[in-house]
Each structure stands twice: as C-alpha cells, then as structure tokens.
C-alpha cells in the first residue's frame, strides 16, 4: 500500500521532477497547525497545574514562572478527606469489573448471535442493535429503583453488574462483526473431531477475537474511567468517590487558590487514559474505524 | 450468512425450520446458555425499565411514598407550563444542530487530507484521535470552562468575554468542546475512504474529472454509508450530552439556563428536585424524539445512501 501512489492525485510522472513537493507541504503545515490548536487545551492543562496561585488566570504565558509541585502534594492529599491514592483504586476497581464484565458477557452473546442457530434470532439481532441507539436516560430511572430496592446504592454494583449482563450492546455488535469475518471451516474441522459449541467457543472462536476482545477491554476501561453520570448518580459517600467524582467537588469552586491543585488531579485522572492511549493507540484506532466500516 | 454453511456433518444441524434432531436440539439449547447473561440484561435491565419508565410517567412519584396516578398531567406540565423545559429543549436542539455538523464537516476534511498523506498518516490518525478519548472526561470539562472563562484564554485572545458567562455563547464552548473530539468519525472516515477502490478514480481521471468532480461523483457517494453510520451515531450521542454541560454550568445549567442541557434538567428534575414521574415522563419524550430523527434519518437515507453492493437490486 505504502508503493502505490494515494489514489485520486493525478500521478506527476509527467511533469519534470519538482524539488520540493509544495501540495504535500502545505498538507502538513495544515495537519501541523489543526494539531497545534487541539493540543493546546491538553498543554495549558499540563502548564496550570505547575503554576503558581497568582499566575494562573490573568496571564497568557502557557509557562509557569517557576514549577509549583506543591499543588501536586495538595492534590495526592485528595477531597474531603479521601486521599488521592484512594479515590484511584475506586476508579480502578470499577474500571476493572467493567472490563471482564463486559468481554465476558459480550463476547457469549456475540458468539451465539454469529455463530449458533436458535429460535428468534433474527427479531433478537435487531433487538440488540436496536439498544445500541436507546438513550441511557429511558432506563435510567427504574434501574436506579431496582439498584435501590436491592440495597446497592452506593456500591459498586449498580455500576459493574450490568456489564456482566452484556447491557453494552455497542461491544455485542463489534465482536459479532469480528466474529463473522472469521473461517467457518475451522469450527466445522472441530466440530468433526467431536468439539461441542462450548469448547468450539473457548478453544478455537476466543482465541481468534482477541483483536476485537482488546478492544472492547480498552474502550471499557476508558468509557468507565471517564464515565461521570451513573456514578454522580449512584456513588454519594466521599470515601467511595472515583477520581471523576471527586473533581466534581471542583465544579462549584470559583476560588482561584484551588486551580492549581484542581488541574493537577485533573491531570492525575487523565493519566491512566493517556498511558492506555499511548500503549493502544493501534487497537483504539481501527477498532473504533471497523465498527463503522463493516456494518 | 446461514445459508453458506457447508453441511459437513450431515443431519447434525438442520437446515429446515424445526430442529428435530437431537444434536440440533442440543445446540439449540447451547445458544441459550451462550446468551443467558445478555437475556437477562435485555429484559431486567432494559426492557422492564423501559415499561416502568413508561408507567412512572404517568405517575407522580418521589422515591419514598407509593406512585401515585396522574394521567397524563406530567406531559401536560412539561409543554405547557414549564418555561425551563422548553429552554432544555431549545439549548440541546441548537447544540445538536451545530455540533453535529461542525464535527463531522471537520472529520471529513481532515480525513481527505490524510488520505493524500504518504507520510506521518498513522502518526496524524493517532494524534488526532487522542481528543475523542479524554475529551468526554471531566478533567477536559474543567480545563474548557477555564479557557472560556472571564480572563481564559479565548477571552485574551478574541476579547469577548468569558463565553462561559454569556447566555447562548456558553452553549457554543459546548459544542466546540464536541467538535474537538472529532477524531473518532475521522478515523472512521478515513476508513470508509481507503476502501473505495482505486480504479474508480482512475477511469474518472482517463474521462477527465478534475478533482472537485471525482469528489462528487465518486468520494462522496462511495463514502455516503460511512457519512450516515456517523451521522446517526453522533446525533444519537450529541442528544445525551451530559458532562461537559455539568462542568461548564457548573452543575446548574447556568448562565440563564443556557446550557440547561435536556439531560441535565432531567437529572435536575428527578435525583435532585425527586420528581421521578416528571423525569421519567422527559426520559420517554427523549426516548421518542432520538427514535423519530434516526427513523427519519433511516428513510430520508434511502435517497442519499448509496450501497454498492445492492446495486441493481
């Protein structure tokens, strides 16, 4: 693919060879600056949370004068008296249930809808995707009932259990596509040796989807981490909060002693999204562009 | 796809419509072990809820005492003596309208510019995709309201103001903080993009097409299902916004109610003023409304969309 020019130029072997490639120039100079301007937010995110006090509003110097760590240590001491340490290993908790929640659960489901044969399974599919596009908020409420009447208000539960049930229909539908692009003659070769669907699915068909299993592990874990609705609504004890919850206590704050230490949790709970970015950043990309491409 | 599978095993699997056999019975009943946990998230945690959604709505209930039956009286209230509901309506409305367009417009430049890249492309693809994924936390929220804030950045910049605190621009940060996040229907289009195949464009370059015309008559069309899967997904999404309008408004939809999002209102009205039947019944009218633009979008679609694979049928 790299040999063959992009299609659609209208190939310049005609023309005498040119020194500088002036359209691919300008191309990237345009790249380079739309990329300026969206970095910018994620760079004076970085530089206010050094900043001193007196520095932070008021100038347009992205730098700080000098580095302020001390919001830093203001930040690990955490909110309302719950350490930062703390409120990371609730982020964490509920990030990783998530995430074997729903590749377990999902990746059952899709198997069956891509694989297996049983009654209804047509009006079932549309079923599923059809969730995929049902708001949130027409379930919202009578969950919120049911996690009440269960006692799990203000668990973890209400936030991990559901993914345990593959009610993330979006992931359902990224592993059946997979899983549809995958040699049907490897199942039948099994099922010859004797191989029921169970051991078909966990021997041969979930080794084969670890590419779409990764991405919904990754996406999970990012979505949830970063998830703030269900938890402001289901999590009110401080010493429960998620890192998301706890900046939360900034939203009110107009006090511009706290901007320092804010953006520096701020910074704190962005980390883990942007290491999983910078470690996965292939699977995020063509996860996210197959699940439109295929469909 | 059921149709193209090979009988290797014969009578293990049949193709007719009852499954008599008992292997067939045995994997009949495989399928629903394989899909019990999505059987029970489907009906106890969508299906019944959507049907108690339906049913609170038309009650009045506050979590603590018995719902009790009001007919259609939270409908009545909503359209016609609730000012604030109107104003959720018509900021989202307008969010919608602006955002959704702005980001897709702007993905699909940058996707044909990175089309044409022959270096850097998967560096750009990357760099570009970042915003989608820490864009929809709170940290970004916060960092955008100090930007757009009285003496932020925008303000030293363009000397407006601060955004935040002016009625109908505080909606506009909004929706900018969703056009900065248009790297996830870049990719997708970019995707779309490296699939038309080459040909096309060649045969349209030996009939002499410049370029606007080849984008036209073939880019666009050939990209037309990947336009639509984005269009509808982002409209869908765009309906929800939630966080970013919390952070902005810090947390109460301010300045004059401006980026009173629909979402937050509803979350106002129902965990925070416990009107849960009110809630419910704005939950069912945001459930109709996303399900009416995507069946429009769907039937409109047949016009536009073109899918080459049913071409002719």
New interface residues.
């Given amino acids: 693919m790299t040999a063959i020019p992009p299609t659609g130029t209208t190939p310049p072997a005609a023309a005498p060879r040119r020194s500088v490639p002036w359209p691919r120039v300008a191309l990237h100079a345009g790249a380079l600056a739309v990329l300026a301007v969206m970095l910018y937010p994620l760079a004076w995110l970085l530089a206010t949370s050094l900043k001193p006090a007196k520095e932070v509003i008021a100038s347009l110097n992205l730098l700080p004068s000098h580095l302020e760590w001390s919001n830093y240590t203001t930040a690990l001491e955490g909110v309302n008296g719950v350490s930062v340490w703390q409120l990371l290993t609730n982020s964490l908790l509920i990030a990783g249930g998530a995430v074997l929640g729903n590749v377990l659960s999902c990746s059952l489901a899709a198997y069956a809808f891509a694989r297996l044969r049983f009654r209804f399974r047509g009006p079932l599919f549309a079923f599923m995707i059809a969730t995929i596009m049902l708001p949130h908020h027409a379930v919202l409420i009578p969950q919120y009932i049911i996690f009440n009447q269960l006692g799990m208000v203000n668990t973890y539960w209400p936030l991990i259990l559901p993914k345990f049930l593959a009610t993330e229909a979006f992931f359902v539908f990224l592993i059946v596509q997979f899983m549809r692009g995958l040699p049907r003659e490897l199942e039948e070769a099994a099922r010859i040796d004797g191989c029921g669907p169970f051991r078909s699915f966990f021997l041969i068909i979930l080794p084969l989807t670890r590419p779409a299993l990764i991405t919904t592990a990754i996406f999970t874990f990012i979505w949830t981490w970063n998830d703030f609705f269900t938890q402001l609504i289901y999590l009110f004890s401080p010493e429960k909060f998620t890192l998301t919850l706890a900046l939360r206590s900034f939203v009110d704050a107009s006090s511009q002693s706290a901007f320092g230490p804010m953006f520096a949790m701020s910074v704190i709970a962005l980390l883990p999204i942007v290491l999983f970015f910078l470690a996965f950043q292939r699977f995020l990309v063509e996860g996210m562009a197959s699940s439109g491409v295929k469909g | 796809?059921?149709t193209?599978?090979?009988p290797?095993?014969p009578a293990?699997?049949g193709h007719g419509k009852p499954?008599k056999k008992r292997g067939g019975r045995?994997?009949?009943g495989?399928?629903?072990?394989?899909?019990?946990?999505?059987v029970?998230?489907?009906s106890?945690?969508?299906l019944?809820?959507?049907a108690?959604?339906l049913y609170?709505s038309f009650t009045d209930y506050d979590?603590f005492n018995a719902p009790r039956w009001v007919g259609l009286r939270n409908y009545v209230q909503m359209f016609t003596e609730d000012p604030r509901y109107w104003r959720s309506v018509g900021s989202t409305l307008t969010y919608v309208v602006i955002a959704v367009p702005l980001q897709l417009a702007v993905a699909l430049a940058?996707a044909l510019?990175?089309?044409?890249?022959?270096r850097?492309k998967a560096f750009?693809?990357?760099?570009?995709?970042?915003?989608s994924?820490?864009g929809?936390?709170?940290?970004?929220a916060?960092?955008?309201r100090?930007?757009f804030?009285d003496?932020?950045?925008v303000d030293?910049?363009l000397g407006t103001g601060g955004w935040v605190n002016r009625p109908g621009w505080a909606m506009l940060a909004v929706a900018l903080l969703t056009v900065?996040q248009f790297g996830?229907p870049m990719?997708?289009f970019?995707?779309?993009l490296q699939?038309?195949p080459?040909e096309l464009?060649?045969a349209a370059?030996v009939d002499g097409a410049g370029?606007w015309r080849?984008f036209l008559s073939i880019?666009l069309p050939m990209l037309s299902p990947?336009v639509f899967?984005?269009l509808?997904?982002q409209t869908?999404q765009a309906?929800?916004v939630?966080?970013p309008a919390?952070?902005v408004s810090?947390?109460k939809g301010g300045p004059a109610d401006s980026t009173l999002f629909y979402?937050l209102y509803?979350?106002d009205r129902?965990?925070v003023a416990s009107h849960?039947g009110y809630?419910?019944a704005?939950?069912?009218v945001?459930?109709l409304v996303?399900?009416a633009v995507?069946a429009v979008m769907f039937r409109t679609s047949r016009s536009w969309v073109f899918y080459a694979d049913e071409e002719g049928r």
């Fill in positions: 796809m059921t193209t599978d090979i290797v095993a293990r699997e499954p045995r994997r009949e495989a399928a629903w072990v394989f899909l019990s946990p999505w029970l998230g489907a106890v945690l969508t019944l809820p959507m108690v959604s609170l979590m940058v510019a990175l089309k044409f890249m022959r850097g750009y693809r990357s760099a570009f995709y970042a915003p994924l820490l929809a936390s709170m940290s970004i916060l960092v955008w100090a930007i804030n003496g932020g950045t030293n910049l900065w996830a990719v997708i970019l995707a779309g699939q038309i080459g464009y060649e370059a370029r080849q880019t990947v899967f984005n509808v997904l869908i309906f929800q939630f966080t919390f952070a810090g947390g979402t509803l979350y129902g965990f849960m809630a419910s704005m939950a069912w945001l459930l996303i399900g995507t």
